[in-house]
């Protein structure tokens, strides 16, 4: 039996090697940055406001890209993808469950969102080597500089 903590870190750990694994390096930066940001916003703004400008983020980007096309609203697509999943709600009724929520669901919901996002910050930095501004780590830095 696996405690909710367990869980939430092998599945946002699954989802950055996922992201790791697709060599997209543009992809990275735009999700370490959009996995950065997310609880800063939420603290500032609330979990309502913060998913509506992820959710227009991924619309701008793929009513204007092109199909593969790896840019910034997919980075926020792909996030907001795994918020949804680790919240066990469909991706394309997060904004609606999140809205219709009463106040203490709301509270909730927001509390687990904040945790599963301290998981999805830790590994992006940690598998993906890319701090907040995009840019490799320190330690990404020097691992591929030893490399050479």
Not at 71 to 76: D, I, R, V
Not at 117 to 146: C, H, K, M
Request: with cysteine.
């Amino acid at each position: 039996m696996q405690t909710r903590q367990q869980k939430d870190s092998l599945r946002a750990l699954e989802d950055v090697q996922a992201i790791r694994d697709s060599n997209e390096d543009d992809l990275k930066k735009t999700y370490a940055r959009a996995v950065y940001r997310f609880p800063f916003l939420v603290r500032q703004n609330g979990l309502q406001q913060t998913l509506g400008f992820y959710e227009g983020k991924a619309k701008d980007s793929s009513s204007s890209g092109t199909e593969g096309d790896v840019s910034h609203g997919n980075a926020e697509e792909e996030f907001l993808k795994h918020i949804a999943q680790v919240l066990g709600i469909e991706r394309s009724d997060l904004i609606s469950t999140i809205s219709g929520a009463d106040v203490e669901k709301y509270m909730y919901l927001s509390r687990r969102c904040l945790e599963v996002a301290l998981w999805y910050r830790r590994f992006t930095a940690s598998v993906l080597g890319v701090d907040i501004t995009g840019n490799p780590t320190e330690e990404q830095v020097t691992a591929e500089g030893g490399k050479e």
